[in-house]
């Protein structure tokens, strides 16, 4: 057996290793997250909670106090859900926004959309503040997302079409304009900014069931999706013209997957605020452990980024002092990681 087959073979059980630990731990983390809390409910519970709402046989409830029952499945279980879909949202779309725009540091905010839902969440909070309506942030936050991409586009085909220079400039630009509108509006808030502040740093507090409602059909919808075209994401990593000589109409799948990209980070942006870092580093990580194969990197990336906000958010409830914004720990312990994964890199370059 040659070298050649070995670390083939190496590689192959490093692979299967991390999707197999994976599928394990992102089950066994609902089931500790839900018992977590200032009242710790055993994981046994926990399960008969779930088996027994899930399933609707009362039998698994017996000998569990209503109270017990209504903090884990109507208070815990749909903030841990929305942590998964976010999670897996921004990883996946960390994940296309590389892709496409054949950038290693692109994320879901590369283009603004992210911003754009900022925008919109924090426009709808302070019209709330100032003239007690109940403007509802996230579909105002979608809504803004949404007239983000739509410029964005529209900027980018004023040049030489839909070329990740130009996407990626038009999204700076509007990026910095919208950010320029979320300071005003901060400035104008007055007293009243910690509320903004608050959102705008990513949180999972006093998530519902109308959140994961909100969540899971978009981005489950538009995850099956992109799984489905893989192989074209694939070839677009290549550039347009590779792609198109193998075959892939490589303007309307950067189209496709610039929308399915966009809808899945404003859906999360518009119910957890901004989380950074997970659409950065998830892809990443999985690109040098496990393969840089989109098929597998998509699934897996969702897989992860689901695992990564959950374990985050559980971390922030443990050692919180108080409803500690759970963007505000991606972006500190994401921050530093990075830059150390940079620089390993580039020294294993120059090597």
């Known amino acids: 057996m040659n070298n050649i087959t070995r670390a083939f073979i190496a590689k192959r059980k490093t692979r299967l290793s991390i999707i197999a630990l994976l599928c394990i731990m992102l089950p066994l983390a609902l089931l500790f997250s839900a018992g977590l809390g200032a009242m710790r409910i055993p994981a046994g519970d926990v399960a008969r909670i779930l088996l027994g709402k899930l399933s609707g046989g009362e039998d698994f409830l017996r000998g569990i106090s209503g109270g017990n029952i209504s903090i884990v499945f109507d208070l815990r279980l749909p903030r841990i859900l929305c942590a998964a879909l976010a999670g897996a949202a921004l990883a996946a779309s960390g994940v296309i926004f590389q892709a496409i725009l054949q950038n290693p540091l692109a994320d879901p905010y590369t283009l603004g959309i992210s911003t754009g839902a900022a925008f919109g969440a924090t426009l709808a909070i302070f019209l709330n503040m100032i003239m007690s309506l109940t403007l509802p942030a996230p579909l105002f936050a979608l809504a803004f997302a949404a007239l983000t991409l739509a410029a964005v586009l529209a900027i980018a085909n004023r040049g030489a079409g839909l070329v990740k220079s130009n996407l990626i400039m038009a999204g700076i630009i509007l990026s910095a304009i919208l950010q320029a509108g979320v300071s005003f509006i901060k400035t104008a808030s007055g007293e009243n900014v910690g509320a903004i502040v608050f959102w705008l740093m990513g949180s999972l507090s006093g ?34 013209r590779s792609a198109e000589s193998l075959g892939v109409n490589a303007k309307r799948a950067r189209l496709l997957y610039l929308l399915l990209g966009s809808v899945i980070t404003a859906c999360s942006v518009s119910v957890c605020g901004i989380i950074g ?68 890199r580039n020294g294993a370059a120059r090597e």
């Open 207 to 240: 998530r519902s069931w109308n959140d994961v409602l909100l969540l899971a059909p978009s981005i489950s919808a538009a995850l099956v999706i992109a799984f489905a075209f893989s192989r074209d994401l694939n070839l677009l990593s290549l550039g347009l």
């Open 277 to 344: 870092f997970v659409g950065l580093i998830v892809p990443h990580l999985l690109r040098f452990s496990v393969s840089s194969d989109n098929r597998l990197l998509l699934p897996l990336a969702a897989l992860a980024g689901a695992l990564l906000l959950i374990l985050a958010d559980d971390a922030v409830r443990l050692v919180g002092t108080g409803e500690t914004p759970v963007g505000a720990l991606t972006t500190l312990l994401g921050g530093p990681f990075f830059i150390y994964i940079f620089i390993r």
